[in-house]
């Protein structure tokens, strides 16, 4: 069971705590993990990722054991610490402005 924390607006969006915890098959990767979110709350899809190519949207961020794994690969395992349960993964909304 992973635990995932989403920002405020998408926990909106999907009526959802602010942590949820998704089953996820192995190999656990961010891929996994969000194909599992966007199936148990189908509105969040199209909100982090692109509809088409499936790419991580510009302004949203994941992060997990305090390192930025949003240039990672979809398809990079995900830390230890995460697939145990004892770390979350979190997806992060950017901010930018000037």
């Known amino acids: 069971m992973i635990r995932v924390v989403l920002p ?3 926990r ?13 098959g192995r190999p656990a ?4 993990v969000l194909d599992a979110l966007e199936a148990r709350y189908p509105v969040l899809r199209g909100t982090i ?9 510009p302004f949203i961020r994941f992060f997990a054991c305090s390192e930025d794994l949003s240039h990672e690969s979809p398809d ?10 004892v770390e979350p993964f979190l997806i992060v909304g950017a901010m930018a402005g000037g």
């Open 12 to 24: 909106t969006l999907a009526r959802a705590d602010d942590e949820v915890r998704i089953e996820v």
């Open 8 to 10: 405020c607006h998408l």
């Open 29 to 32: 990767t961010q891929r996994a």
């Open 49 to 57: 990722r692109d509809h088409a190519t499936l790419r991580r949207r």
């Open 76 to 85: 990079a395992r995900l830390p230890e610490a995460v697939l145990t349960g």
